[in-house]
């Protein structure tokens, strides 16, 4: 079953008051970061949208990687968001904890530039590639876009940092939405209506 836009913004004011695993930000203030940097950097609305909905994951998942496990967060939250957003916005999503893994083997001096956070979090998500992984990484669809994505994210994690309120990267959201519906086929069309009208 898809998460209703009411659904995501109910999930991001509530529990993205937490929060974000071991960062001094709240799981909000990290999206709505994220999404900033992405906007100033001239990406599509997709990627921007991929931004503020990254970590969604975690927030249907609580606990998760602060339980001193992977809570997979990049997957968790792709059925709930496939049949409403495109493969433009859910691909950067599946694969930016990849891109991680990615940028540690194939960038010297990335694995320093990380957050003690998220270099905890990288052994719990298998560590950084080897050579012939990275390279089957960086040959998916949306890798690139899920590595600049990746650079967001390391940088969305700083205290008191003023950004657009969660209803501007919302409305660039429903308008996605409402772009990608004709794509997103004909069986969930009804639905989706109901929700962008």
């Not at 719990?124 to 960086?138: D, I, K, M, N, W």
């Amino acid at each position: 079953m898809a998460l209703s836009f009411d659904d995501i913004e109910h999930l991001l004011s509530t529990r993205g008051f937490h929060q974000y695993g071991r960062e001094a930000v709240s799981q909000l203030e990290h999206a709505l970061q994220c999404a900033q940097l992405a906007e100033q950097a001239g990406e599509t609305p997709a990627t921007v949208v991929a931004a503020l909905l990254h970590d969604l994951g975690h927030l249907l998942v609580p606990g998760g990687d602060t339980a001193g496990q992977d809570d997979l967060h990049q997957y968790v939250a792709l059925p709930f968001l496939r049949g409403l957003l495109p493969d433009a916005v859910l691909e950067p999503i599946r694969l930016h904890v990849d891109a991680k893994r990615y940028l540690c083997t194939m960038e010297a001096g990335y694995w320093e530039t990380l957050s003690p956070a998220s270099q905890h979090s990288l052994v719990l998500q298998g560590g950084p590639y080897t050579v012939s992984e990275a390279g089957r990484f960086a040959s998916q669809p949306f890798a690139q876009e899920a590595i600049r994505l990746r650079r967001y994210d390391d940088h969305a994690k700083v205290p008191g940092r003023a950004t657009p309120p969660l209803a501007h990267y919302l409305a660039t959201t429903r308008a996605l939405a409402r772009e990608a519906l004709p794509i997103l086929g004909q069986g969930h069309a009804a639905p989706q209506a109901a929700q962008l009208a």
